[in-house]
């Protein structure tokens, strides 16, 4: 017994010595689990230790037990979590250490990923400045070393959170779809994730732009056509309407159509503001307007038979050549027959023929009375004085240039008679040379013609003579920028038109599509569009203010034949109705200064209290849906009644509905304390009918409506 006791003690004590001397072998401990790990997700690890049935293990990351903030933790079983933030390397070192013997030990490297960004949604938006868009993206994994790529390209951006990311980039005009992407690095993304956003048109002029160019081009701004504007351009526009054809009045038959047996001009009528009102080629059918009230007839003195055609032929010359107009008119039966041109014959000797014609052909449609600065300023002789454009002398042989002309026949030729009898309204005039006047013609321009002249050429080189002469530019240049723009131009307004009236750029004198251009485009027609105080503009006449609130809320018209002459009755009894013109001087001159003040405001002419009262009921009577012919939808279910009862709240649903309606015709330019005024009582209104019809009502009843500024 002792002897056993006595070998035990010496192994143990072998045991010991060879302990102590670092012969014995610790156990072996081996670490597993994922070399790579990614931010905001966790990685389980664990260590077998040989020899040894569940070891008591310390867990290090970096030589820290369990871990710090900055390298993230590991917990009692081996679940490692990565920092919250960034941290040199992107790499730890997890390390597992038998609790009883640290020595025994083992560490594994690890790499720490960012994580993979997601894409989700976004969405691409026009910025302010033109050109420019701006990006935004939602998703998740996003960091602020994120890579945000535009079709390939890395671009700057604004790390909003893990959620968003935000850039302002720039594309080429008419991009529809750009590719964006986000790569994080040192996440191993291969490519990054991407997703294809759709571009939105960027409105290429502002809304007051387009609002106030509409205003100038047509009988009406709508939503639709602002919306359109804004997105083409200006210069797009322009030329769109340009390249418009023309929206014709359908002639007037013998006897009339079922549209006007009580009377002709009823048609007549009904063709301009149907084309006023709906026609595609507003601008032409403005400029045609506005040709109207220089070349006037009427159908006080006219057959309304005559208006189709010529009506027809000023829009068709619109855009043509100022001369083309000025033939055309002088040939017309409606003018024929207004200025008594028809059936005027050589005159006897001794006697002189007809020179109604000749002398408004000068003094009200092309050169005035006076010789004119091509500012249209008064060109004074060394007296001080004005000098006449053209002699009585000058009136008689130019009537005598004319002589000759009646309708033609059926087919447009050339009728056997003089006078032709049979009346041909809706062909030009056509000469009888032996009713025609053979005599030589000294007239404007120092232009003679020479005697045995045809008719034809006589009425050729009379319009040259006339056409060609300086007054013209300048004369027909402010009535177009008074019609079109403001009444009031300055004379440096009216010398730039005049100059491409002598000249558009190419050596062509009379173009009307550069004159137009220049009339609206000029820095004073633009002015307004940054500068709502700036100086200009002028009182809508009747018939615009008419067609300017049925086109802005978007009218009906209910009439079972369709027909739309009961508008004049609502522009009558305020002083104009379209061609009837009181007599050849039109609705109001061009020269009228507001008395007691300097300023020229032709429409002014036919503003008094009568007038002014006569609208506040007309305004009335269209809010309260009481016009014959058209429907106004002013209820609650209407675009209008909609948006004024949008929320439920009063004050921020009578605030967007004056918005809306400062869009539709005030250009966006109502002043603030206006509007407020506006909405503040149309809260106060619970019918939303009434909301809708008061507000609308306060808006083109006031003054700042009645004014095109």
């Known amino acids: 017994?002792?002897?056993?006791?006595?070998?035990?003690?010496?192994?143990?004590?072998?045991?010991?010595?060879?302990?102590?001397?670092?012969?014995?072998?610790?156990?072996?401990?081996?670490?597993?689990?994922?070399?790579?790990?990614?931010?905001?997700?966790?990685?389980?690890?664990?260590?077998?230790?040989?020899?040894?049935?569940?070891?008591?293990?310390?867990?290090?990351?970096?030589?820290?037990?369990?871990?710090?903030?900055?390298?993230?933790?590991?917990?009692?079983?081996?679940?490692?979590?990565?920092?919250?933030?960034?941290?040199?390397?992107?790499?730890?070192?997890?390390?597992?250490?038998?609790?009883?013997?640290?020595?025994?030990?083992?560490?594994?490297?690890?790499?720490?990923?960012?994580?993979?960004?997601?894409?989700?949604?976004?969405?691409?938006?026009?910025?302010?400045?033109?050109?420019?868009?701006?990006?935004?993206?939602?998703?998740?994994?996003?960091?602020?070393?994120?890579?945000?790529?535009?079709?390939?390209?890395?671009?700057?951006?604004?790390f909003i959170s893990a959620t968003e990311l935000e850039s302002t980039i720039s594309l080429p005009a008419g991009t529809a779809t750009v590719e964006v992407g986000v790569l994080n690095p040192n996440a191993a993304q291969n490519s990054p994730v991407t997703r294809a956003f759709t571009v939105p048109l960027l409105p290429l002029a502002s809304l007051t732009e387009s609002a106030r160019l509409l205003d100038q081009t047509s009988f009406g701004p709508t939503l639709s056509a602002i919306q359109h504007v804004q997105l083409v351009g200006t210069a797009a526009y322009l030329k769109e309407q340009f390249a418009t054809p023309t929206t014709r009045m359908p002639a007037i038959t013998a006897p009339p159509v079922a549209l006007c047996p009580d009377a002709t001009y009823r048609c007549a009528q009904s063709s301009f503001w149907k084309n006023a009102l709906t026609a595609d080629d507003?601008?032409?059918?403005?400029?045609?307007?506005?040709?109207s009230e220089i070349f006037v007839v009427s159908t006080d003195e006219v057959n309304a038979r005559t208006i189709p055609s010529y009506h027809n032929l000023l829009a068709d010359?619109?855009?043509?050549?100022?001369?083309?107009?000025?033939?055309?008119?002088?040939?017309?039966?409606?003018?024929?027959?207004?200025?008594?041109?028809?059936?005027?014959?050589?005159?006897?000797?001794?006697?002189?023929?007809?020179?109604?014609?000749?002398?408004?052909?000068?003094?009200?449609?092309?050169?005035?009375?006076?010789?004119?600065?091509?500012?249209?300023?008064?060109?004074?002789?060394?007296?001080?004085?004005?000098?006449?454009?053209?002699?009585?002398?000058?009136?008689?042989?130019?009537?005598?240039?004319?002589?000759?002309?009646?309708?033609?026949?059926?087919?447009?030729?050339?009728?056997?008679?003089?006078?032709?009898?049979?009346p041909n309204f809706d062909q030009p005039m056509q000469p009888v040379e032996f009713a025609h006047d053979m005599s030589a013609k000294a007239l404007l321009s120092g232009v003679t013609l020479p005697a045995g002249q045809t008719p034809q050429e006589d009425l050729a080189g009379l319009i040259g003579s006339i056409f060609n002469h300086p007054n013209v530019g300048p004369f027909v240049g402010r009535q177009l920028i008074q019609h079109l723009v403001t009444s009031d131009p300055s004379p440096a307004y009216v010398e730039r038109v005049a100059a491409v009236f002598a000249n558009n750029g190419s050596g062509v004198r009379g173009d009307m599509k550069a004159v137009i251009t220049a009339i609206l485009n000029d820095p004073e027609a633009r002015a307004g569009d940054t500068n709502p105080t700036a100086d200009g503009g002028h009182l809508r006449e009747p018939i615009l203010y008419f067609t300017g609130i049925l086109r802005g809320l978007g009218f009906t018209n209910v009439n079972t034949q369709g027909r739309y002459d009961a508008a004049t009755g609502y522009t009558a009894p305020l002083g104009q109705t379209p061609y009837a013109a009181a007599s050849v001087f039109n609705f109001f001159p061009p020269s009228?200064?507001?008395?007691?003040?300097?300023?020229?405001?032709?429409?002014?002419?036919?503003?008094?209290?009568?007038?002014?009262?006569?609208?506040?009921?007309?305004?009335?009577?269209?809010?309260?849906?009481?016009?014959?012919?058209?429907?106004?939808?002013?209820?609650?279910?209407?675009?209008?009644?909609?948006?004024?009862?949008?929320?439920?709240?009063?004050?921020?649903?009578?605030?967007?509905?004056?918005?809306?309606?400062?869009?539709?015709?005030?250009?966006?330019?109502?002043?603030?304390?206006?509007?407020?005024?506006?909405?503040?009582?149309?809260?106060?209104?619970?019918?939303?009918?009434?909301?809708?019809?008061?507000?609308?009502w306060l808006v083109i009843s006031s003054n700042f409506y009645k004014i095109e500024h």
């Open 317 to 422: 010359d619109a855009f043509g050549n100022f001369r083309q107009v000025m033939n055309d008119v002088a040939t017309s039966p409606a003018m024929g027959a207004y200025l008594n041109m028809l059936d005027s014959g050589a005159a006897p000797a001794g006697q002189i023929a007809n020179e109604n014609f000749a002398r408004e052909l000068m003094q009200l449609f092309t050169t005035g009375l006076v010789l004119l600065n091509p500012d249209g300023s008064l060109e004074l002789n060394a007296q001080g004085q004005a000098e006449p454009v053209f002699t009585e002398a000058q009136v008689q042989a130019s009537a005598r240039a004319l002589t000759g002309w009646t309708y033609s026949n059926p087919t447009g030729g050339v009728s056997a008679n003089f006078p032709n009898g049979t």
């Open 592 to 696: 009228y200064i507001i008395p007691g003040t300097t300023i020229n405001a032709p429409e002014f002419a036919q503003e008094n209290t009568a007038a002014a009262t006569l609208r506040l009921t007309l305004a009335d009577t269209i809010v309260r849906n009481h016009l014959t012919t058209f429907s106004i939808n002013m209820s609650p279910a209407s675009v209008l009644g909609q948006i004024a009862s949008a929320t439920g709240n009063p004050t921020a649903d009578s605030t967007n509905l004056v918005s809306a309606l400062n869009i539709l015709f005030m250009h966006d330019q109502m002043p603030a304390a206006m509007q407020s005024a506006i909405a503040a009582h149309a809260a106060s209104l619970s019918d939303i009918g009434q909301r809708v019809r008061v507000a609308t």
């Open 1 to 158: 017994m002792a002897t056993f006791s006595s070998q035990r003690a010496a192994k143990l004590l072998i045991l010991f010595v060879m302990a102590c001397s670092g012969v014995l072998q610790a156990e072996t401990v081996s670490l597993s689990g994922p070399t790579q790990v990614r931010f905001g997700t966790t990685a389980q690890y664990s260590a077998v230790v040989s020899g040894v049935s569940k070891p008591a293990i310390v867990w290090s990351v970096n030589g820290f037990v369990k871990g710090t903030s900055a390298t993230g933790s590991i917990s009692a079983s081996g679940l490692y979590s990565p920092a919250s933030t960034i941290f040199a390397g992107h790499s730890v070192t997890i390390g597992a250490a038998v609790a009883s013997s640290p020595a025994s030990s083992a560490s594994l490297s690890v790499k720490v990923l960012n994580p993979l960004p997601v894409l989700a949604s976004g969405s691409v938006t026009a910025a302010v400045q033109p050109g420019s868009y701006l990006v935004d993206v939602h998703g998740s994994g996003f960091m602020s070393i994120s890579q945000l790529q535009i079709s390939g390209a890395g671009v700057a951006f604004t």
């Open 282 to 291: 507003q601008l032409r059918q403005r400029v045609a307007f506005a040709l």
